[in-house]
């Protein structure tokens, strides 16, 4: 089995992109709205503001109270929209349910939404048009490239059907003439299903799901699930008592582990990805790479 490493390949990513920003003269600008006190989207928000500082980009953060209205929300959606120096607008999901969360995402123009999560850019990427792809299936992508991992005529099968992960890397894998299969949580046999697989990738957000009775010898199996196990019964029922996995949640009070059952699906797999260090880094990277292609659009058109 070989270790699909995301960090060593967002590493790489980066390192060329920098070259590429300090050549252009561009300082391509993103914005990140964080809406409430969610500790583990404040997190990603700092990931994705220290990439931007080591790529040489403007990063312009706004922390919003957890009870901010609709319009508030929006009008500051709008300004950005008419920011010259923002290429990029990122809002941090999830956000409070007061919120129309499509509603929001709608708000934001294409041409800024270096998520991908805009109807317009999820209708190009239906039609193959030229569009911001979503940044986590855009980083499964260039990890299976990069481990040159055959998908023309393959089997591939997805399991979950969001519209951030699961539908957009199915309509990628598509693209690559993969035959594709999406499976959810009301898929009958499911294991069976993708044990037929030649390309497993797990986004179904459950911790450990997916065990070696999904993966067939010889398959490639990417984790796309990061899940924060707290609890000490909840965390000896998946990994076991004894288990390092349970020590860790004894000693800094959690463990962060994916959709797939590591120990177990590396017995079948040929290319299996880690969680931490395997499609996480590879979605910053995306984004910023989604934010310096809109910065050269818009340098392409003044």
Same mark, same amino acid.
């Given at each position: 089995?070989?270790?699909?490493?995301? $960090?060593?390949?967002?590493?790489?990513?980066t390192?060329?992109?920098?070259?590429? %920003?300090?050549?252009? =003269?561009?300082r391509?600008?993103?914005? %990140?709205i964080?809406v409430?006190?969610?500790?583990a989207? *404040? +997190? @990603?928000?700092?990931m994705?503001?220290?990439?931007?500082?080591?790529?040489?980009?403007?990063?312009?953060g706004?922390?919003?109270?957890?009870?901010?209205?609709e319009?508030?929300l929006?009008?500051?959606?709008?300004?950005?929209?008419n920011?010259?120096?923002?290429?990029?607008i990122?809002?941090?999901?999830?956000?409070?349910?007061?919120?129309?969360?499509?509603?929001?995402?709608?708000?934001?123009?294409?041409? $800024?939404? +270096?998520?991908?999560?805009h109807p317009?850019?999820?209708?190009?990427?239906?039609? =193959?048009?030229e569009?911001?792809?979503?940044?986590?299936p855009?980083?499964?992508?260039?990890?299976?490239?990069? @481990?040159?991992?055959?998908?023309?005529?393959?089997?591939?099968?997805?399991?979950?059907?969001?519209?951030?992960?699961?539908?957009?890397? !199915?309509?990628l894998?598509?693209?690559?003439?993969?035959?594709?299969?999406?499976?959810?949580?009301?898929?009958?046999?499911?294991?069976? &299903?993708?044990?037929? *697989?030649d390309?497993?990738?797990? !986004?179904?957000?459950?911790? @450990?799901?997916?065990?070696e009775?999904?993966?067939?010898?010889?398959?490639?199996? &990417?984790?796309?699930?990061?899940?924060? &196990?707290?609890?000490m019964?909840?965390?000896? $029922?998946?990994?076991?008592?004894?288990?390092?996995?349970? +020590?860790?949640?004894?000693? $800094?009070? @959690?463990?962060?582990?994916?959709?797939?059952?590591?120990?177990a699906?590396?017995?079948?797999?040929?290319?299996?990805?880690? +969680?931490?260090?395997?499609?996480g880094?590879?979605?910053?990277?995306?984004?910023?790479?989604?934010?310096?292609?809109?910065?050269?659009r818009?340098?392409?058109?003044?």
């Amino acid at each position: 089995m070989v270790l699909m490493d995301g $960090k060593t390949l967002a590493r790489k990513i980066t390192d060329s992109m920098r070259s590429e %920003v300090e050549a252009s =003269g561009l300082r391509p600008g993103l914005a %990140v709205i964080l809406v409430g006190e969610n500790s583990a989207s *404040a +997190v @990603y928000v700092r990931m994705k503001e220290k990439a931007c500082e080591k790529l040489g980009f403007f990063s312009s953060g706004f922390r919003l109270a957890a009870d901010v209205s609709e319009g508030e929300l929006a009008t500051l959606i709008l300004r950005l929209n008419n920011d010259p120096d923002i290429h990029g607008i990122l809002l941090q999901l999830p956000i409070p349910a007061h919120l129309d969360e499509r509603k929001m995402l709608s708000l934001i123009s294409p041409d $800024k939404d +270096v998520d991908g999560f805009h109807p317009v850019n999820a209708g190009r990427l239906i039609v =193959g048009d030229e569009c911001f792809i979503p940044c986590t299936p855009r980083g499964i992508m260039a990890l299976l490239d990069e @481990y040159e991992v055959e998908l023309k005529g393959k089997r591939a099968v997805v399991i979950g059907r969001s519209n951030i992960v699961g539908k957009p890397i !199915a309509l990628l894998l598509l693209k690559r003439h993969a035959t594709v299969t999406i499976c959810h949580s009301r898929t009958e046999n499911l294991a069976d &299903v993708c044990r037929e *697989a030649d390309v497993v990738i797990a !986004a179904v957000g459950r911790p @450990y799901f997916v065990d070696e009775t999904f993966v067939k010898p010889g398959a490639v199996v &990417v984790d796309v699930g990061v899940n924060r &196990v707290d609890d000490m019964e909840r965390a000896g $029922k998946l990994f076991g008592m004894e288990s390092p996995k349970t +020590v860790k949640v004894r000693e $800094k009070g @959690y463990v962060l582990c994916g959709d797939v059952n590591f120990e177990a699906a590396e017995k079948a797999a040929s290319l299996l990805t880690p +969680v931490p260090g395997g499609v996480g880094p590879l979605t910053i990277a995306m984004l910023m790479q989604n934010t310096f292609d809109s910065a050269k659009r818009f340098a392409k058109k003044s």
